[in-house]
């Protein structure tokens, strides 16, 4: 589960009940377009997603691309506070990557947007169309190194490890501040 004192502001005027709530972390990134205006729009469809608060954002890093050829990456993640399902956020998340022309074609191809569900809250789903945690999460830097920078104290449910100490065991030396928070 999350542990309290991540920071960030709520993206919401009014005050959610926290009973309902679950935390969820978002992995973001685009290599094509303008990917820093992509990536501050989707934050923003997010913000404006009924059920959906956003509680921290991580600062923006710029990474090489896993796969084929092609730019380098805006990467970043969020908390999340959610009163929805985790199926519905992921529904959620690819209509968004829709609405900003996401075709997935090639696998790790480049993309104008990538939106991954990483965590929610301390679940652990394993279904056909499903994942949490995100499976291959603790392999990669340019996901624990924004992730760690809002949420280090957050536990990893399967191995029951906090994201600051994954993040520890992976070369982040490609992950490269862009922009801070």
Known sequence: MKASG???????????????????AIALGSNMGDSQAIL???LENLAQTPGIFLEAKS?????????????????GCVILQVEISPQSL???LLEIEQKFGRVRQEHWGPRTLDLDLLLYDDLIVD???LQIPHPRMQERAFVLVPL???????IEPVSGRLIQDLLKEVDSSDVHLVMGN
């Open 59 to 75: 600062s923006w890093y710029k990474t090489k691309a896993v796969g084929p050829p092609q730019p380098d990456y805006w990467n």
């Open 127 to 129: 279904t056909p169309t």
């Open 6 to 24: 991540t920071g960030g502001v709520n993206s919401r005027l009014s005050s959610p009940d926290s009973g309902l709530l679950k935390a969820s």
């Open 40 to 42: 501050a729009a989707a």
């Open 90 to 92: 992921l529904e959620t």
């Open 148 to 154: 760690a920078e809002i949420a280090p104290n957050w």
